[in-house]
């Protein structure tokens, strides 16, 4: 294994100013251990870094400001200036101001990752209201990573050490659920978890649960046909192009019974029928990952946590657990990547050893 590949170099975003993004990042990256694994750079501003840093009683953090000849300090966490203004940070506080520095530090880290600068992206949380400009008009992380790398679809999954959930739609009002629940996106949701789980969680046939739309996955048709009309026969399809797909199971009775356990990752149809069981279950250490993206980004699995920004109290271990799993996801997928690489070259070289075997057995 390589040295870039043993410590990639991870980009962390630093979200919403006014949120608590900056303030788990210090805390997540005061314990030095953390640069065995990666060499973490920020993308925000010194001056706002420092303001956080102030709040935080009994931190240990240190970090390199990155100059113009790029160098990188391997033995500390660095930070690359993305603006010069002075900012007021108003913790808590609904501002556009905020929003605005939340994504050019998106900015210069998504154009970082797709020149190779950086191996992987954390991003700290943003507020999707304070955030919105004519460079940015999506609901979340997700749709403009998407666009940003020409993706044709991914999927938002959530990850924690007992299970993975997937939406087939994300952050979209309930009243506009069902009309964006067709055959086609939640086949293309299925071939995107079959193949990540593959690449990037070492899992050579993975199952997946699907959940239906309806309470009791529409009792038979009793209470709503969704199941019946599109997600059962589009599970079927799946089935028939390699992908173990099962259900549609009821959402409630799924979680309930612990059924979850029995499957590699679990795909809901909307936000909080995937999202509310999975938090409360993955005991605040979940992780959101992209994908069907080219490139590595995980995220912590809450927001901007308004009410308490800037108090010092801001619990740190999702946005650590996320930021462990995206070196983790690195290295699966770039392990996987070798091991699939030249399948021919590699068939070839065991036949040809087992006909070596044969004749030294023969002679």
Known sequence: MSQELFRPVIGLSCGDLNGIGLEIIIKSLSDNRILDVCTPIIYANSKCLNFYRKSIHDNNFQF?????????????????????????IHPGQLEPEAGKYAFLSLQAAVNDLKSDRIQ????????????????FHYSGHTPYLRDCFEAS?????????????????EHIPISEVAVHITSEAILSKLRIMHSSLQRDFNINKPKIAVLGLNPHAGDEGLIGNEEEKI?????????????????????????ARGSYQQFDAVLAMYHDQGLIPFKSLAGGEGVNFTAGLPVV?????HGTAFDIAGKGIAKHESFLTALYSCVDLIRERKIFDENHANPMQKRSSRVLAN?????????
């Open 297 to 301: 980004r995980t995220s912590p699995d």
């Open 355 to 363: 006909l070596e075997d044969e004749r030294v057995t023969e002679e």
């Open 120 to 135: 992987g992206l954390v991003t700290a949380p943003i507020h999707k209201m304070t955030i919105q400009s004519d460079q």
């Open 231 to 255: 997600i059962l026969p589009t599970i079927k399809e799946a089935k028939q192009k390699g992908i173990l797909a099962f259900g549609p199971y009821s959402a409630d009775a799924f979680f």
């Open 153 to 169: 679809d991914v999927v938002m999954m959530m990850v924690a050490e007992n299970m993975r959930v997937a939406v087939v739609t």
């Open 64 to 88: 390199s400001i990155i100059r113009e000849d790029g160098k990188l300090n391997y033995k500390q966490a660095n930070l690359i200036n993305c603006w010069e203004d002075e900012v007021a």
